[in-house]
């Protein structure tokens, strides 16, 4: 089976910076497309940023300049590196990623449980 567990969430001032990290383990043959999500409470779930097998990135809107993507293949790991943080980031950061397991042909998506990120103003 496989996991995705976030970390580095916290609580930090506006204009602060954080790093998000998820790392994926398990029987892992090869990762296709990781992305960042997040959800604010009483709002729906919302795409921050993805990044694809060969590294090609996009973002929402609300984030880019501000909000970085990267992934280090050798450790099946995504980060998300958030600078300039406002207090509307505020939202429970998820990583997803689409998996292929050893001695199966199929990509499948799995998710993460999440990192609480919390911007005072």
């Known amino acids: 089976q496989v996991q995705l567990v976030e970390s580095g969430g916290g609580l930090v001032q506006a204009g602060g910076s954080l790093r998000l990290s998820c790392a994926a383990s398990g029987s892992i043959s090869s990762i296709n497309v990781m992305e960042w999500t997040r959800q604010a409470p009483g709002k729906q779930r919302e795409l921050v940023a993805i990044i694809t097998s060969g590294s090609s990135t996009n973002y929402a809107d609300s984030v880019k300049g501000r909000f970085t993507i990267s992934r280090d293949n050798a450790k099946n790991t995504v980060y998300l590196q958030m600078n300039s943080l406002k207090p509307e980031d505020t939202a429970v950061y998820y990583c997803?990623?689409?998996?292929?397991?050893?001695?199966?042909?199929?990509?499948?998506?799995?998710w993460g449980r999440g990192t609480q990120v919390t911007v005072s103003s």
């Open positions: 997803n990623a689409r998996i292929r397991l050893r001695a199966d042909p199929n990509f499948v998506e799995y």
